[in-house]
């Protein structure tokens, strides 16, 4: 999506060790113009689906997921992460390795807001190892929902996650995808997407 890799060129901040801070639009302060725009895009992809429900994770996903959700008339639920085992057999629970953070979470839903009658669209606003996206394919599958697609805002095509999902054989539409990024020079490539 163009609006959006315009956006990363013009206010992304490129860290070492591949990592890209966009926390002037996204991660901090968030723009809601753009989240808007972004939904629509989504709402284009995956015309035809029928979705009944918006899933994400806290905390970063929550502002995206809320915009399309709007944007789709339908709900939105975020998983919970949390540290101790919940033993509550009232929620599905799964746990997620955080590469960044070094840390394994716990990561909850409760039974009543995910049901086997639910056609998902999965939302996140990055997609790096891919863990937190299996963790809310996990959780989806427990409560035997249909995941009907899952929309990314920025996917980084060099880290493993983007490939796995693929291979499941999941609609996965990443509105940017970074293939390669430069802290030196500021240089980011994005993976042409012609559909889009
Ligand atoms: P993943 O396997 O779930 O894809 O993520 P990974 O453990 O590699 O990364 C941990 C967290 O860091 C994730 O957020 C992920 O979205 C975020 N992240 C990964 N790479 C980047 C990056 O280059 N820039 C930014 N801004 N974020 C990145 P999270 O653990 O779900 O935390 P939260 O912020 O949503 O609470
Ligand atoms: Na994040
Ligand atoms: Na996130």
Redesign the pocket.
Known sequence: MKLLEDRIRKDGIIREG?????DSFI?HQMDIALFREMAREWKRLFAGKPINKVLT?????IGIAAVVASELNVPVVFAKKSMSINLDYDNYETQ?Q????KKIYNVIVSKKFLTPEDHLLIV??????????MGLLELAAEAGATVEGIGIGIE?GF?A?GELVRSKGVQLESLAIIESMDSTTGEIVFRPQPHQ
């Open positions: 591949n990592v890209l801070k966009v991660n994770i806290e905390a970063s996903g997620i955080s590469f960044t953070h996140d606003d990055f997609l790096a190892n891919g863990c937190a996206l980084k880290q996650g």
